[in-house]
């Protein structure tokens, strides 16, 4: 987008980061009390890396984009 | 893209069940997209705001959002069903079927599109065939737009109650509240935004079933030795070894009807000449990003096939009964007690075998997300097309600007009504469904013909353009209904009697295009060309193209064409 406001890249930053947190937090969770999810190939712990994965990048797109850099 | 939706009929068991993270995940992505659209009234204003969003997007966000239009999520779940039917073949929908055709639209016809200043593909038509020609592309397209809006919204209901057990009414209020919501208040920005947003969520939401499946089946070697192993005789991981001849591939068709109907009518037609899709280009802030944005699409498109092909191809591998037994998919009509689950549950099922709570939710948001995105597609561009090819020009002409800019908001609310309610004729009548899809595809393959003559053939007239558009069309309902009557006919439209369902659809397009194109020709021949000063704009070697100035090679879009048509080529030698 040209211009002021916000960008659309910021919008996305705000909800890969918000998933990649919920996500990744509740990865960490299950790894700690052990109460893994009853999916197959669950001893990967999938939620923690994607989810941090996503948090990465959100934090990277947040912070690239935000409204303060127009 | 020709779409290939299943149903799911009966109401069976659910598929899964959200945890209240999951519930979290998807109410988070709700308010996202209805603070977008609030976010971005502000700017949408003015009906060239409202409709064509300021022609001020990036070719990123243009690029993007021209491809996110056609991702919607029953293309997602219809293809990776028809992957596990079909195999590999399917990936020719998103390589041969859209490639080549989104590289003509940026290196060719984007100029003409976007120098003629047009605001809509029935608006170029009224440009260089005059009213007659608009009328019928802009009456075709809106009714049967909506109409299919409204036959997917259903569809997508359908599936949210067998995957979650919601209520069919509560799916269709809650998705097409949002959209109306922010498609009413930001127009065609909002509508842009979000398809950029809902791109990477259905990325974000998908990739980790095809990441996971390969691990699973130990790599893409192992899979495919697996594949062989389990249905010995079928050839599901070639792309063209087994298009010789109708009766050598599981799908029915010949390589020609792949290349000419498929590689050329269908995906041409729908890549270049459906406003659904062309809208998202006309919005880019130069001709240089109108040409760059469907190159830039072109990549993300090649990549949909990991996310949509690939897990149809694992569903064969590693989908097992309780009992471990290897679990066997079946058509629509042939669920039962011993075979619960249909093609078209492929997508679910691996994403329920996979993904705990929080990416259940973010799958699932994939899956609404795609079912959004195309809904938005679909109402913004029956709004434009209403309001500029339609009501401006027949109903109210020389009216303020900000008049339709309110009738562009009414259309959009009305588009979603009128949706509404088909979605709730489909779920009285259900054969109507299939009536609907294909009557969509009536006019996509004539069309082209129509725009291609009018683009490169100065000597088309208005006449040739009207009648050889007509008369594609009504060849096209004609196969149709000769084959519903006689299906014995099916063995003549497709060339073979070893010719299947899927055959047809592209035949018919290909002989529906040589229809329109020949009527075209005669009857241009018997009429008297415009002179060459009218075309001007218009007409190939009437036009003198605008000179951008150099660029560096990498901001140049026949670098990146080339670099795409080289991808394009190795892939099907990968995969050949």
Known sequence: ?70 | MALRLGMFVEAKQQLAHLSALDVVVIAVYFAMVIWIGFYLKQKANTSEEFFMAGREMTAWIAGLSFVSANLGSLELMGWAGSAYQYGILAAHWYWIGAIPAMLFLGLVMMPFYYVSKTHSVPGYLKLRFGESSRVLAAVSFGFMTILMSGVNMFAMAVVMKVVLGWDITFSILMSSLAVAVYVTLGGLRSAIFNEVLQFMLIWGGALLVPILGLIEAGGWTNLKAQILTNYQGIDYTHMWRGLGHFSSNPMGVHWTGIVFGLGFVISFGYWTTDFLVVQRVLAADSLRSAQMAPIIGSFFKMAVPFIVILPGLLALVVLHNPDGTLMHLVGENAVSAANPHSYNEVLPLMLVRYCGPGLLGLGITALIAGFMSGMAGNVSAFSAVWTYDIYQPHIRKNAPDKHYVAVGRWATILGIVVSIGTAYLVMHAQGIMDYVQALFTFFIAPLLGTILLGMFWKRATAAGGFWGLLAGTATSISLFVWVKLDHAALSIVALSPDAKDMAENIYRALWSWVVCVLVTIIVSYFGTARPEAELKGLVYGATVLPNEGPVPLIKNHWFWAAIAVVIFFVLNLIFF
């Open chain 1, 1 to 70: 987008m040209h211009g002021s406001g916000i960008s659309i890249w910021f919008f996305i930053g705000v909800l890969l980061a918000i998933y990649g947190f919920m996500i990744c937090g509740y990865g960490i969770y299950e790894m700690i009390t052990g109460q893994v999810a009853h999916v197959a190939l669950a001893y990967l712990h999938a939620p923690v890396w994607w989810g941090g994965i996503m948090l990465a990048l959100g934090a990277f797109y947040c912070l690239r984009f935000r409204p303060a850099k127009g």
